[in-house]
């Protein structure tokens, strides 16, 4: 099939010569080979423009000598070759890299090589585990929650850039957290929410946080990237084994879990979300890195378990964002993703209670992925796609995990109204199970006001309480 549309595109009239990427197209090569028009240019794509790396002039050269023979003789490759100094000076630095002992963990690399024997599910099947779950959180139906953090105020990002520069000491820094945390806590307690989250205000972003505690990254000043609108972030750079020295959020989530009787959700960022939205290694395969990722992030729920927190959330925001295009490549990541988010919590008693939350994509097509992740609970945005995910169960897909999709859109300055979020809701519990409902926000509200969230989450909790008086009066 490939095969005949390449001869059928090669074949185009009117077109003298055609451009195809033979570093990320691992097929094209095969294809360009079996048959190319003459009287045509071939531009061939030997460097990879996507990511941070030193092009490997040897790789590009080999590549470029495997089409000599049927396409002419490749002039530039000619000229890269009479450049002695430059080639071997090329050849230096990636062998260099290639067995340093920055980039080289044996011990990393024979733990994330043990993986791969084990299905790493939890023992128990996830109806049995939030039964346990309920008898020790004694929540109500339809509870509520958000999805970690608050927002960043001005003050806030002072106080982080002062720690960061050293001008303040790190006692006032801690101090100054301490408060906003507080501050957090008791906002989601005069609300009525019932299980909190601390609201993140010593973390940057979500991935470049947990990268600055974890080995084997390495991080720009100015190198920007969009996010969406005008939202901007600095991606990482993966440049060897990982593993973590130390934990990482434990302290604050202790902190901010003393300071209420409620469930405080202990907040993660995923393997495969922090492997996405880094620059990635190019010197081994993306899932093997997001395996190393992976026992850092397993280290850390458990430090989180044995500390009390017992609901623990692990991000998984840009899963669906990896997805591969080619169809015939997608079951192969679906695999890997999902093994790498259960191991993570797999060791956990039946009592600790995992979340993990999805946005930024269409979920229908690997919604049975999805449920091979083996969460408790699922916070899914859902207000900006018109309910689009709820057709996946209008259409018979039976879920028995917890389920959250987001009541109202957090990227709008724009208040929802109490009908509004009622509408949602009773839209949810026509193909959802009220046993398994959960109430949020669609995303973070890390880039919102106060003033929007303090009315917003009101009336989101107000919704809650009302339908949970009409389904007891129902029964």
């Known amino acids: 099939m490939f095969q005949l549309r390449h001869l059928k595109l090669t074949s185009l009239k009117g077109v003298a010569g055609f451009g195809f990427d033979l570093v990320r197209g691992t097929k094209t090569l095969d294809l360009v080979n079996a048959g190319f028009p003459s009287g045509k240019y071939l531009f061939t794509g030997v460097v990879d423009g996507r990511n941070i790396w030193a092009n490997d002039l040897v790789v590009s050269l080999n590549t470029l000598k495997s089409l000599e023979d049927k396409l002419g003789k490749a002039g530039q490759r000619d000229q890269i070759m009479r450049d002695e100094a430059f080639f071997f000076s090329n050849a230096a630095a990636h062998s260099s890299r290639k067995f340093s002992p920055r980039v080289t963990n044996e011990n990393v690399q024979k733990a994330a090589a043990s993986l791969k024997g084990s299905d790493h599910r939890r023992a128990t099947n996830v109806s049995a585990r939030l039964d346990s779950q309920q008898r020790k959180l004694g929540l109500p139906v339809l509870p509520t929650t958000t999805i970690g953090s608050f927002p960043q105020t001005m003050d806030l990002r002072r106080v982080r850039r002062e720690f960061k520069a050293k001008k303040i000491s790190e006692d006032d820094y801690v101090k100054s957290i301490k408060e906003e945390i507080n501050k957090v806590v008791k906002l989601q307690e005069e609300l009525d929410i019932d299980v909190l989250v601390h609201g993140e205000p010593e973390r940057n972003d979500m991935v470049e946080y947990f990268g600055e505690q974890l080995s084997g990254f390495a991080f720009t000043v100015n190198g920007w990237v969009q ?45 495969v979300t922090i492997l996405n939205w880094s620059f990635v290694r190019n010197d081994q395969p993306r899932s093997e890195t997001c395996y190393q990722i992976v026992l850092a992030i397993k280290d850390e729920v458990e430090d989180l378990e044995r500390a009390g927190i017992t609901v623990i959330q692990i991000d998984e925001a840009a899963l669906r964002e990896g997805l591969p295009l080619r169809k015939s490549e997608q079951a192969s990541y679906l695999e890997w993703v999902v093994h790498s988010f259960r191991i993570t919590n797999c060791s956990v008693e039946d009592t600790t209670q995992i979340h993990t939350h999805m946005c930024y994509s269409n979920f229908n097509d690997i919604i049975h992925s999805i449920i091979n992740m083996d969460a408790d609970v699922i916070t899914i945005k859902n207000s ?54 959960w109430v949020n926000p669609d995303c973070g509200l890390k880039t919102r006001k106060y003033t929007e969230v303090k009315p917003a989450l009101s009336n989101m909790v107000a919704v809650a309480k009302l339908l949970r008086t009409q389904l007891a009066r129902a029964k």
Request: charged letters at 25%; proline letters at 8%.
């Open 384 to 437: 900006r796609s018109d309910e689009k995910l709820l057709s996946v169960f209008r259409e018979g897909v039976k879920y028995g995990a917890g389920i959250g999709p987001g009541v109202y859109d957090i990227h709008s300055p724009r208040i929802p109204s109490t009908e509004e979020i009622a509408d949602r809701i009773n839209k949810m519990l026509a193909v959802l199970e009220t046993n398994i409902l």
């Open 227 to 271: 996010s969406y609108g005008s939202r901007c972030v600095k991606p990482p750079i993966i440049y060897g084994d990982v593993s973590r020295p130390k934990a990482m959020t434990v302290f604050w989530s202790s902190m901010a879990q003393s300071m209420t009787k409620r469930p405080m959700k202990g907040m993660l960022t995923g393997p």
